[in-house]
């Protein structure tokens, strides 16, 4: 069925420090995935995507991966900043369809 | 360049009462969706609309809840006879006509944050 899951509900890193938040889905049929961010009582910010025919992209900062043979995603995020403080989604695009199913989200914090 | 616009930012209703949640796409957009989103939840897909259509209304509960998307105005989300467990935000996001090789970006306003005492 359709799902987005993330492996960790909580991560928490060093001001200057890479992190990298990852994301399973289920749906073979998935041919688009986006990375969104959520500030507390904010709507979600669209950060980076990649169709399924890619298997990386490069942002400011910012790298998706994608691998669909085990269908996983992840979002690397390189010298983190405080304003790098939030809760990342990920979400997919099942083909044929328009909706986005999103995943149960991981917060992460910047210590200084 | 406005962004997508939700308004009222936060509504309380007594249970019983009914909620009109509106939507103003991004200039342009011809495509809107609404998610709903429990505290320390992901948002679930609720409906898909275009001007005057519903095209996808299969996160929509089957009673209580509505949709509309006319052609002139907002679109508006509205819950009828409202229970605690509607309390919830909600989220509209709106997209420019998808062509093939267009990217998918949805773009969201800043969501409804429902109350229902």
């Known amino acids: 069925g359709e799902s987005v899951g993330l492996h960790l509900p909580t991560l928490s890193v060093q001001e200057g420090d890479n992190s990298i938040i990852n994301c399973a889905y289920s749906?073979?049929?998935?041919?688009?995935f986006i990375w969104y961010k959520q500030e507390s009582g904010k709507g979600p910010q669209f950060i980076i995507d990649i169709r399924s025919n890619m298997d990386k992209r490069q942002g400011q900062r910012v790298t998706v991966l994608l691998n669909k043979t085990v269908k996983h995603l992840s979002l690397q995020i390189a010298a983190t900043q405080p304003g790098d403080s939030a809760v990342y989604f990920c979400a997919d695009r099942i083909q044929g369809a328009q909706k986005l199913v999103f995943g149960q989200g991981t917060r992460l914090t910047i210590n200084p | 360049n406005a962004g997508v616009m939700q308004n009222p930012r936060h509504l309380v209703r007594r249970r019983g009462q009914e909620a009109r949640l509106r939507c103003s796409p991004m200039?342009?957009?011809?495509?809107v969706y609404w998610y709903r989103q429990l505290p320390e939840e992901g948002l679930k897909f609720m409906v898909y609309?275009?001007?005057?259509?519903?095209?996808?209304e299969s996160g929509m509960p089957k009673e209580r809840f509505s949709a509309e998307f006319p052609k002139e105005g907002p679109s508006i989300l509205r819950i009828q006879q409202v229970v605690r467990g509607d309390s919830a935000a909600y989220f509209c996001?709106?997209?420019?006509?998808?062509?093939?090789?267009?990217?998918?970006?949805?773009?969201f306003g800043p969501g409804t944050r429902l109350t229902v005492t």
């Open positions: 200039k342009g957009h011809s495509h």
């Open positions: 749906n073979s049929a998935s041919d688009y």
């Open positions: 609309l275009q001007k005057e259509n519903i095209i996808d």
């Open positions: 996001a709106s997209s420019p006509l998808i062509t093939a090789g267009s990217s998918y970006e949805q773009y």
